[in-house]
């Protein structure tokens, strides 16, 4: 009874458990973005800067931080229909998460059948940083879309099924999303592959000539790209000494350089299933047991689409050429998922009764942990800028001064100035802290009352700065918000 009752299946249960998670990982996203917390730093620093240029100023790099032009051009209309607001800001990635759950679901369902989606459709619905990133102004959750559609397009219809239709489709398209997402590239390359492979065990070469231009028009459009914005940013100083950890060492030559190889290889692991010793183990051995399952089916080309992304970003990684920082590989997250997938269902098929229950209790033990369901009760929270600044305002007097922590000067720059509602927020007789101010040596105008306001700092900061500047005056109040701090001291 157990066998057919759980693990049969033509149980109509299991599409609507699919149905089920997809709809409460929509109905997350929407909630996260309803509850509208504050820009924190990096969203910031993009933002004010998209909201300054005009459209042709887009094309240029932005100072401190990157992001895709054409991922900035559709944020900055969003700004310009709605307004200079949070909303506004969030509803590119927004729409970009929420379309990436069914798409995901559709590119599962070409390999797993309907019970065997669960679990990796689990993961990508309510594993973290997939889910912060669907409301943050950032490029990453298009990323992802991005990823999933390629791979989706790629696997639906070969070349030599084309028209003149699918030849312009995939020319435009290709050219257009290395404009949206820079990891595009890599799917791109993968996709390449995966067809001239496919022709040439084939022998297809008729199917190889209607590539030939379209991958042209890609190399085109990427080399535009490439020495028109990225190659201005690559060997800066100050970014390879904030990525250097993230670079993927080939060959590791030491010790310290094997432990960075493995860190970051693992973390592919944390990010898509877990950070837990089981869930990392589980992990590994699924992509195995999934790639195993492609090789004897004879599916090379789907290898090539699911593992080749992976090796090209380590390759340009090992010439530090792109970082392997989490939120930069999150476009490989679906992959990764998709891969895991196929080797749980490999296993539970294989198993004998009394070990798929095993399975499953590992699977729903890992799917506990991954527990970014927890939103939906706890509110999910950076840096609380925006009401801290409401609340100074609120308690502000003629004469007072402010002194503003260098790390709060992008978060301050947005809704001091470039917000919509900036002058409910903008602080008169404000000072601007520089990276280089020590509490000790700071010279701060003399004021009989004075503000110290803090984001995207530790607590012990805002206690370095108190005792340092405060030591002769008292505390009349503090304001905290999440991650951001408000001190007023009077003489």
Known sequence: MLQSNIFREDKKYWRWMAIGIMLLGIALRLWMYWQNRSLFIDEACVSYQLIDRDFAGLFDNLKYQY??????????????????????????????????????????????TERFTLFPLYLFCFGMPILQYATEVKQYSLDVLITIALVYLALSKPPRRWGIEWTLFWSISGALVVWLSMPSVFILFSVGMSW??????????????????????????????????????????????????????????????LEQFYEILITFYRTAIGSTFVAIVFGLGATFLGWYDLQIKKQSHVMILLG?????????????????????????????????????????????????????????????????????????????????????????????????????????????????????????????????DRPATLNLPAAKRQWLVFSHVDKAVVDAYVKGVGAEKRIVMTIEEHGAWAVLLEE
């Open 196 to 257: 001239w492979y496919t022709q040439y065990k084939n022998q297809d070469w008729e199917a190889f000539k209607k590539t030939i231009p379209v991958v042209t028009v890609w190399l085109i459009s990427f080399a535009a790209y490439f020495f028109g914005i990225i190659y201005n940013d690559l060997g800066l100083e100050g970014l390879e000494a904030y990525h250097a950890r993230f670079f993927l060492p080939l060959p590791p030559t030491n010790g310290a350089e």
């Open 308 to 436: 080749l992304p992976f090796l090209v970003a380590m390759i340009a990684s090992g010439f530090y050429m792109y970082s392997l920082i989490p939120r930069l590989t999150l476009f490989l997250m679906p992959l990764l998922l998709l891969s895991i997938g196929l080797g749980q269902a490999w296993l539970i098929e294989r198993s004998p009764l009394i070990l798929k229950g095993f399975w499953v209790g590992i699977l729903l033990l890992i799917c506990v942990n991954k527990n970014g369901y927890q939103y939906f009760y706890n509110r999910f929270q950076i840096e609380e800028l925006r009401p801290l600044l409401e609340q100074v305002r609120a308690h502000w007097e003629p004469g007072d001064q402010a002194y503003l922590h260098s790390e709060g000067t992008h978060a301050y720059t947005f809704y001091g100035k470039y917000f919509e509602q900036a002058d409910a927020l903008s602080i008169e007789n404000i000072r601007i802290g520089h990276w280089s």
């Open 67 to 112: 992001a895709p032009p054409l991922f900035l051009v559709l944020v900055k209309l969003m700004t310009l229909v709605f307004g200079a607001n949070e909303y506004a800001l969030r509803l590119i990635p927004l729409l970009a998460a929420i379309g990436s759950i069914p798409l995901f679901y559709l590119l599962c369902k070409r390999f797993l």
